[in-house]
């Protein structure tokens, strides 16, 4: 009778103490910066807060100086979800939303009196956008981040701005 006892009491253990899914701790915050962007003279700093193994949150700031651009300053926040293997990496789908602000429509001209090009025409501008995007991400066991994305949006409420927005490059960062 005892042994029964102890059978059943050691088999109620091992089924009671079984769970469906184990949760592995990993690190869920990222700071990114835009290795394409720094290039090309513009700067683009990115936050992202892992919510579990399949979702993210995060903002990126946009900013740059020079008038080659229409949009000058941009902020977007952004959702995104990840089918990968490793939590939070691999290809991602997102959907962001973007307050940009700029000059549209700025050109120069020469000024045969002057000898310099004037800037002539153009809006400022502050609109807000609505798109998605694509893109993969890598993790390096260390904690390095390397990730390749594409986005497009549409601005939504100014007459000056541009009508469509794009969002990309390829990011390095550390997850931490």
């Known amino acids: 009778m005892k042994k029964l006892l102890v059978l059943l009491c050691l088999s109620?253990?091992?089924?009671?103490?079984?769970?469906?899914?184990?949760?592995?701790?990993f690190p869920?915050?990222?700071?990114?910066?835009?290795?394409?962007f720094l290039v090309l003279g513009a700067v683009?700093?990115?936050?992202?807060?892992?919510?579990?193994d399949d979702s993210g949150l995060g903002v990126s700031l946009f900013f740059v100086n020079e008038e080659d651009y229409d949009a000058n300053?941009?902020?977007?926040?952004y959702y995104r979800a990840y089918f990968g293997k490793k939590p939070a990496a691999g290809f991602f789908v997102e959907g962001f939303s973007m307050i940009n602000t700029?000059?549209?429509?700025?050109?120069?001209v020469y000024n045969s009196n002057t000898g310099n090009y004037d800037q002539v025409g153009g809006e400022k501008f502050t609109d807000?956008?609505?798109?998605?995007?694509?893109?993969?991400?890598?993790?390096?066991r260390k904690g390095f981040?390397?990730?390749?994305?594409?986005?497009?949006?549409?601005?939504?409420?100014?007459?000056?701005?541009?009508?469509?927005?794009?969002?990309?490059?390829?990011?390095?960062g550390y997850r931490f």
């Open 12 to 25: 109620a253990f091992t089924f009671g103490y079984s769970q469906e899914k184990t949760s592995v701790d």
């Open 28 to 36: 869920k915050n990222e700071i990114k910066g835009n290795a394409l």
């Open 44 to 52: 683009e700093v990115t936050y992202e807060r892992i919510l579990n």
């Open 73 to 77: 300053f941009s902020i977007t926040p």
């Open 102 to 108: 700029g000059n549209y429509g700025d050109y120069s």
């Open 128 to 140: 807000f956008a609505l798109g998605f995007g694509l893109g993969s991400k890598w993790i390096h």
């Open 145 to 172: 981040v390397f990730e390749i994305n594409a986005g497009i949006g549409r601005n939504l409420f100014s007459d000056y701005s541009p009508e469509v927005v794009g969002r990309g490059g390829i990011t390095l």
